[in-house]
């Protein structure tokens, strides 16, 4: 029995490796054509749901969103003595996005606690003008001007109908009812830079008929009164298992996912609006089967992170300008779980590495263009279990991040763990060393024991920076212009370049 079992894994083992011939990368020296315009430093943010606000302190440098489908409708009670109730049931441990929310002052106070970039969600759905003025006036006070990155009027809009408020179709209607709001805000609130509104924040790339992106836009929205689109991004995947292969870990199913946002980038570009920035102002997954799958904790295992960094990386790669990835105290796949909520943790998950990895390839450098590198032996196409992407600063290539996405499931045994080999082709001759940063966890499936570049971050150090046990950063010398480099299966690397001296003549393996 034993036998058949080990011969039927091996056959599976040997149909999953079939597409693992080594990968060939050849990044130009200089900026290639068709790179990505300047990635904006906020570039990985963050997006907190209203009802969950209260709960989510604690990062920096970010550009936090606060909104959403419960915060489009919440009103303003300024004798409530709690930040956020709900008339929906409890805020935790009821729906997951409790509606009907009642905000109270402290809710507004929360906007002190961060020197954050913010973006606020100001009511809409229900009309009621004197509410809307009141919360954008609490959260200009309460933030301060000069950490306003945007404003938003309304969430998800093209769903308004479904919800009978017809007052919003067609498109010249809501335009016309958007700018009577923009226009008693601004009027009321001094000091506002210009242009101050996101706006748009359509529920998918294509919004629903007739709110679409093409026919706001032609109705008028613009005026050059905004500064950037937002849309809402969902992307159907399987957490475990088999199936998570053909979604989660899919180089290509990744690529299809953004097409359509990648289309209206281009929309913009050439239809009169080069400069404005296109953003994925709610970010997040979704079960393939909603309801049979209900969000649960394995949505933030370190797959999941690995579809992170892809997904960021290729939307950065084609000018989108901004992903604000959703939290909430009860979505599986947020980034940390500040308080234990249902049936989930206080932790730091593993998209949250995902986060650091992109943030390091963004860097501090001045000027970072990317650009996506063929993952074939040709050269001439993409592979769907590896993806690659070259990253310049000054127009000079300086890094280089690898996301091997074969999938690979920690059993307990201590059999060696696959490996696929890349080797980097025709670096710049400067280039003399690199240090390699890997994005590593247990398996496709772990839920702890994540590290990035030998870092982790750990509830039980209050989320603080800490350094792994087993820190697996490793330098390498760099002759011959070339580098060869094992990548785990379900792992992802940043290989830093080195030009000139100060390398650390650590010449390990990987
Ligand atoms: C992104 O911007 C670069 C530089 O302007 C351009 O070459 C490229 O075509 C753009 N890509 C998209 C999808 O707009
Ligand atoms: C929630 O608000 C909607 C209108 O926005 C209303 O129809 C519904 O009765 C409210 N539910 C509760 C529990 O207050
Ligand atoms: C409008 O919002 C205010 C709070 O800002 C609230 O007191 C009032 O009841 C709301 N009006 C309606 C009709 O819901
Ligand atoms: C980036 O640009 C700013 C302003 O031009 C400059 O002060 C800063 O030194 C630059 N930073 C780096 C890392 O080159
Ligand atoms: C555990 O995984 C390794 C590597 O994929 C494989 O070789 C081995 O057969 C697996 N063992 C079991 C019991 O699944
Ligand atoms: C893996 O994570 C678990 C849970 O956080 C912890 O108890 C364990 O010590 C970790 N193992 C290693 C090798 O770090």
Same mark, same amino acid.
């Given at each position: 029995m ?117 973006v606020f ?12 003025r ?26 308004y ?65 905004i ?13 475990? !298992? $088999?199936?998570?292969? *053909?979604?989660?870990?899919?180089? /290509? =199913?990744?690529? +299809?996912?953004? #097409? &359509? ?70 979505? !599986? $796949?947020?980034?940390? *779980?500040?308080?234990?909520?249902? /049936? =989930?943790?206080a +932790?730091?998950? #593993? &998209? ?67 490996q ?21 966890? &247990? ?59 100060n390398?650390?003549a ?5």
């Amino acid at each position: 029995m034993s036998c058949i079992l080990a011969f039927v894994l091996a056959i599976a083992a040997t149909c999953l490796s079939v597409e693992a011939q080594d990968v060939s990368l050849s990044p130009r020296a200089e900026l290639p054509p068709g790179a990505s315009e300047i990635v904006p430093k906020g570039f990985a943010s963050f997006g907190i749901q209203a009802s969950s606000f209260p709960y989510y302190f604690g990062n920096d440098k970010k550009v936090l969103r606060v909104g959403g489908t419960n915060g489009d409708q919440a009103i303003y009670d300024p004798s409530q003595e709690a930040a956020v109730t709900s008339a929906d049931g409890p805020v935790i441990g009821g729906k997951g996005i409790p509606m009907n929310l009642t905000l109270g002052p402290s809710f507004f106070e929360g906007f002190k606690q961060l020197p954050a970039q913010w973006v606020f969600g100001i009511p809409f759905i229900d009309f009621n003008k004197t509410n809307s003025r009141k919360q954008a006036e609490l959260f200009v006070r309460n933030a301060g001007i000069s950490q306003i990155q945007a404003l938003e009027i309304g969430n998800e809009p093209d769903l308004y109908k479904a919800v009978a408020h017809d007052a919003v179709v067609p498109p010249s209607a809501y335009v016309s009812k958007w700018h009577d709001y923009a226009s008693n805000i601004r009027s009321d609130i001094s000091g506002l830079r210009t242009p101050i509104w996101q706006a748009l924040c359509l529920a998918r790339a294509e919004g629903h008929d007739p709110l679409t992106l093409a026919k706001i836009l032609q109705a008028g929205v613009l005026n050059n009164a905004i500064k950037s689109i937002s849309m809402h991004y969902y992307q159907k995947t399987t957490s475990t !298992g $088999f199936e998570m292969q *053909h979604t989660l870990l899919n180089h /290509k =199913y990744i690529k +299809s996912g953004l #097409a &359509p946002h990648i289309d209206n980038v281009r929309y913009l570009r050439h239809n009169g609006h080069p400069d404005l920035e296109y953003v994925l102002g709610e970010t997040g997954r979704y079960p393939v089967d909603r309801n049979a799958q209900p969000s649960s904790m394995a949505d933030a295992n370190f797959g999941s992170a690995l579809w992170t960094v892809d997904m960021m990386l290729y939307a950065m790669s084609q000018n989108i300008s901004r992903i604000n990835m959703q939290q909430g105290v009860e979505m !599986g $796949f947020a980034a940390w *779980h500040p308080i234990k909520a249902g /049936k =989930y943790a206080a +932790s730091v998950t #593993a &998209p949250f590495y995902a986060q650091v990895f992109v943030a390091d390839v963004i860097g501090k450098e001045n000027n970072t263009r990317i650009v996506e590198l063929k993952t074939t032996e040709e050269g001439n196409g993409f592979q769907e279990f590896a993806a690659a992407y070259a990253i310049y600063n000054s127009g000079g290539l300086s890094k280089i991040a690898i996301v091997n996405l074969q999938r690979y499931v920690a059993n307990g045994t201590d059999s060696v763990r696959p490996q696929r080999t890349f080797k980097l082709n025709k670096l710049p001759s400067l280039v003399q060393g690199a240090t390699i940063k890997k994005l590593s966890g &247990p398996g496709s499936e772990a839920l702890n024991n994540v590290s990035y570049g030998g870092k982790q971050w750990l509830v039980e150090n209050h989320g603080k920076e800490t350094t792994a046990s087993d820190d697996d950063t490793v330098h390498r010398d760099i002759t011959g212009n070339s580098l060869t480099l094992q990548v785990d299966d379900s792992q992802a690397v940043l290989v830093v370049l080195e030009r000139g001296k100060n390398i650390q003549a650590a010449n390990q393996e990987l």
